[in-house]
């Protein structure tokens, strides 16, 4: 019989996430993230966000299983169950799910490398609008979009500040990126696109002066933004665990069918 799963145990600082970890604390054993095989995940989708790029920026990816103690959480396992946690992790379904690399130039020439989940945004910093340079593998394909921003999306972050702005949603496994603009002024009808993941996107700010215009990757922020290269990462690919039944794929699915 194979021996379960050696559990490491994070929890956001919330009070109902720290209530969770200390009820599973006192029935089931633990290990550090050293020693873990797996790693439980109490808290939000923000949470599980933080988790993922503490582990990317660290080195060490373990499979994430995610217990919802937020408000959505569309990444995380439902907290009922009359099963361990190591029963659970052990019969949880695998999604990978692949980073963007995003790569920016500031206006002092300096380049910085920050890994997104979800999306890659540029956001006007001001009042005036952002006027950007868009292009596909190379090749310009919007020479100047007036804009609140823009931004790429991964199908795991396709039903976020992507579907807001009123962007596609990406099947899990489709192999594709949203590129979608945050409320464009000009050209009026440019509504978007849906890219290969392997493409390479980039971005020019036209006017960053006049226009300044910051870049998120997630929730790391630079402002200044001369430039941006957005990229999939596949060597840094993530794994997250959901119940049978209950996995990532099947919520994004379902919110094409939402009212």
Not at 137 to 162: E, Q
Not at 170 to 187: H, K, V, W
């Amino acid at each position: 019989m194979s021996q379960p799963p050696r559990l490491a145990l994070l929890a956001s600082d919330t009070p109902r996430a720290q209530e969770a970890a200390e009820a599973y604390r006192a029935r089931e054993s633990f290990v550090s993230e050293a020693e873990a095989e797996a790693v439980i995940v109490l808290g939000g989708d923000g949470f599980m966000l933080q988790t993922l790029h503490h582990m990317l920026d660290s080195g060490r990816v373990l499979p994430a299983y995610g217990i919802n103690q937020g408000t959505i959480g569309f990444l995380m396992n439902h907290p009922r169950g009359t099963r361990t946690l190591a029963e659970r992790v052990a019969r949880a379904r695998r999604i990978a799910v692949a980073p963007l690399e995003m790569t920016a130039t500031t206006g002092s020439g300096k380049q910085e490398a920050f890994y997104a989940i979800n999306e890659v945004s540029l956001l006007r910093e001001t009042r005036q609008t952002a006027r950007l340079e868009v292009s596909v593998n190379g090749k310009v394909r919007v020479p100047d979009l007036a804009c609140d921003g823009i931004l790429v999306a991964t199908p795991a972050g396709s039903t976020a500040y992507n579907l807001s702005a009123n962007g596609p949603i990406l099947p899990l496994g489709s192999n594709m990126l949203a590129l979608t603009p945050i409320s464009p002024f000009r050209p009026r009808r440019w509504r978007g696109a849906i890219l290969p993941d392997h493409y390479e996107i980039e971005f020019r700010v036209l006017d960053p002066v006049k226009r300044p215009v910051a870049a998120v990757a997630d929730q790391k922020e630079l402002r200044d933004i001369l430039a941006v290269k957005v990229r999939t990462a596949p060597s840094q690919a993530l794994t997250l665990l959901f119940d049978p039944g209950k996995s990532l794929e099947e919520r994004i699915f379902a919110e094409q069918f939402q009212f």
